[in-house]
């Protein structure tokens, strides 16, 4: 079974090294390959699963050996692992798929899907790994392949830029997650997932609120959570089917499964505190998809307050339903942006939702294929959606009433914002010259959308999946469903998507190339705009207190380092030189005089008439 | 009437020393550099011999011979030297021998 796990890991990184060093040029042969791999990884992947029949499978083998420091390379396949095994590899093989149609006129194929691969190799690294460091290892390496991604279009300032962002942002969690790797490893004298996982267990005393925070600075930076948000609705400067994958499905919901990881670590106070900051971000989120033109950006938006509520629902101790709506959220949000992605491709690379309008009668399979993930992010009765959102809602009622309340306002505004890009991309008249054109696309393209539609309306029948992927939900979903107030949050539920559609009809139904709100509620419009100002924010921080801060670092480092220390030993070695060169003056006579004179020297020093 | 000491030797000898000395560091010739040369060690041979009669001791009067094998032989290497050199430069004078300097 290890060699399978093996296989699995190394098949995506053998895929991307070929890419690397014999296709460069051959975009479509690298394209069929990482497809095949893609392919491949699914088969092994189902294999991995069903193999252990639901039982935990561990295998490690020593990596690096210090001095009585041992760091292991291993295997640690669990009931989430296995999930999140099959969400990865069945949402990457659509994906890849979709990704054939999509990039087809691309010039640089071969480097988009050896990143694709690497971005495989990563992320099935992070699933599967054992101990803190193999995942934070993984953990830079999506890190890497999401910036590579990000910037493929790097002609663009935009992409450059973001790529830029994106990677510095992810860095500041990720020190926090080393600094946390490091006292984990100070306090428990393991990395081990599953030895931690017993010490936390036997001496709980040792468990610090500081310790889960820092490790949750992780989580932060890769699932984009309050502070650390402002890099994701950038990075929807990559490919579609890019941000579908990275940036919705899978590398974003890493932070997630990190959290569902190492559970065990978290006091409850933390735990509070992180069910506060996901619902915030849910209704933050929220304000901002509303106002956004972009189609990418809404939908980045929309992914933000998601991972809000499995932030909300891991805080109030119900992990199992944070997995089941990352599964869920995995399946519809990469439904939608692979929808955004044909109505992006069919429009000639137009993403202003202002200037589309009617696409339902010229792409029926997409719009219908839409409509659905946006009744199924909305909540509506029986589709996926509803099972994962409501668990959390219905969760949060009888647990916490705060965040409950936030969370509800999160979910009117998801219906709103919803209903308003599915009303203005997709009904009405058509509004630009592309629009008027679109025509549906290909079967590549049109598959892997029918197939995650599917999904996306039974995702959430848990009975119909088999045990071993879900195995790690059904314990908090028989939870939830013990809990009261079943039928009364059933009709708040819906009174909030019937709500925000109706809403959304009503104001966004006909627009113009303008957006109404704009007109109607001017200032709230343009409060929503500002995203709270965050990014200028951390711009005026940089530029007043980091530049500064740096500019004073490099005096010092001229002055010190460069100047007192390198150039200053330089000089002294240089005045010795200076006095020597006065010797050197090239005639035979001078030498032989201070040859002459150094003998009488040494002749006086041995009678003694210097130096005694 | 004075008779010859130790002394006027010494003196003598130290006259030859410093008169090649003066004849080496002067000298642009390298031909009279070389024998200038010669004329410092035969001071010390005289200074040699001289110690060797009042001390009577024969080490002083066997160490002049091998001065004088040394001289000989490396007068030989100087003198192909200057040879090679004068082929290489057409001159025997010191101020050629310089690529060295700064």
């Known amino acids: 079974m290890e060699t399978v796990a093996l296989s699995v890991l190394l098949l995506p990184f053998l895929s991307a090294l070929v890419t690397l060093l014999f296709l460069r040029k051959q975009g479509n042969i690298a394209s069929l390959l990482s497809v095949a791999t893609a392919g491949g990884i699914l088969a092994l992947s189902l294999f991995l699963i069903f193999a252990g029949h639901g039982e935990t499978f561990s295998w490690s083998v020593t990596w690096i050996k210090l001095s009585g420091w041992e760091l292991e390379f291993g295997f640690l396949i669990d009931a989430p692992a296995r999930l999140l095994l099959f969400v990865v590899s069945f949402v990457g093989f659509l994906i890849h798929i979709f990704s054939l149609g999509y990039m087809a006129d691309d010039d640089a194929k071969a480097r988009y899907f050896g ?125 579609t089917p890019v941000s579908a994958l990275i940036h919705a499905a899978t590398m974003v919901a890493a932070g997630i499964y990190l959290l569902l990881r190492i559970e065990f670590l978290f006091t409850p106070e933390a735990l509070a505190l992180l069910a506060l900051l996901g619902a915030a971000m849910g209704l933050y989120a929220g304000f901002c998809a509303l106002v956004q033109r972009d189609i990418k950006k809404i939908l980045a938006y929309s992914t933000l307050s998601q991972l809000g509520y499995m932030a909300a629902a891991f805080g109030l101790g119900m992990p199992g339903i944070a997995l089941f709506h990352l599964m869920t959220h995995a399946f519809f949000k990469a439904l939608m942006f692979l929808g955004s992605g044909s109505v992006i491709h069919a429009c000639h690379h137009e993403q202003d939702i202002f200037k589309y309008g009617g696409l339902r009668k010229r792409m029926p399979i997409t719009a219908y294929t839409f409509l659905i993930g946006v009744l199924a992010i909305s909540g509506v009765c029986f589709l996926s959606g509803y099972f994962s959102k409501d668990a959390i809602l219905l969760g949060a009622y009888n647990l916490n009433l705060p965040v409950f309340i936030v ?113 109607k509620a001017p200032g ?69 005089l201070w040859f002459i004179l150094g003998t009488l020297g040494f002749l006086a020093y041995a009678v003694g008439f210097i130096g005694g | 009437m004075e008779t010859v000491t130790p002394q006027h030797f010494l003196i003598l000898a130290s006259l030859l020393f410093a008169v090649g000395f003066l004849g080496v560091v002067i000298r642009r010739n390298i031909l009279l550099v070389l024998m200038s040369l010669e004329l410092m060690l035969n001071g010390i041979n005289v200074a040699l011999v001289a110690f060797s009669r009042s001390g009577t001791n024969m080490d002083g009067s066997l160490f002049v011979f091998f001065i004088m094998t040394v001289a000989a032989a490396e007068v030989s290497v100087g003198l192909a030297l200057l040879v090679a050199f004068y082929k290489k430069r057409k001159s025997i004078y010191s101020e050629g021998m310089s690529l060295l300097g700064n």
């Open chain 1, 115 to 239: 990143g694709l691969s690497i971005f495989m190799f990563s992320m099935l690294g992070i699933t599967l790994a054992d101990n803190l460091i193999m995942i934070f290892v993984f953990w830079e390496l999506v890190g890497f392949s999401s910036y590579l991604l990000i910037a493929h279009y790097f002609s663009t300032e935009e992409a450059a830029k973001a790529s830029r962002k994106a990677f510095i942002v992810n860095r500041i969690g990720d020190f926090g997650f080393l600094i946390g790797i490091v006292l984990t490893y100070w306090i428990f004298g393991t990395v081990s997932l599953e030895e931690l996982g017993a010490e936390a267990n036997f001496r709980p005393h040792l468990v610090t609120t500081f310790l889960c925070l820092a490790l949750a600075c992780g989580f932060i930076g890769k699932s984009a959570q309050f502070p650390l948000h402002v890099w994701l609705p950038d990075a929807m400067a990559g490919p």
């Open chain 1, 407 to 519: 969370l509800y306002a999160g979910a009117i505004l998801t219906a709103l914002y919803m209903f308003r890009l599915y009303f203005i991309t997709f009904e009405g008249e058509s509004r630009s010259k592309y629009a008027k054109q679109a025509k549906e696309n290909s079967p590549l393209m049109t598959g892997p959308l029918i197939v995650l539609a599917i999904l996306s309306v039974i995702g959430g029948y848990h009975a119909l999946f088999p045990v071993e992927i879900v195995g790690a939900l059904i314990e908090d979903i028989r939870r939830v469903a013990q809990m009261d107030n079943h039928l009364w949050m059933i009709i708040l539920g819906t009174l909030a998507w019937v709500g925000g559609a109706l809403v959304a009809r009503k104001l966004y139904g006909k627009v113009k190339q303008d957006d109404p709100l704009a007109s």
């Open chain 1, 524 to 592: 709230f419009f343009a409060l929503c705009r500002s995203k709270l100002f965050f990014d200028e924010i951390y711009g005026l921080y940089v530029k007043r207190i980091q530049d500064p801060f740096a500019r004073f670092l490099e005096v010092m480092e001229l002055l010190f380092i460069s100047g007192l220390m390198v150039r200053g030993s330089a000089g002294v070695a240089g005045l010795f030189a200076l006095f020597a060169k006065a010797f050197y003056v090239g005639k035979i006579h001078a030498y032989a």
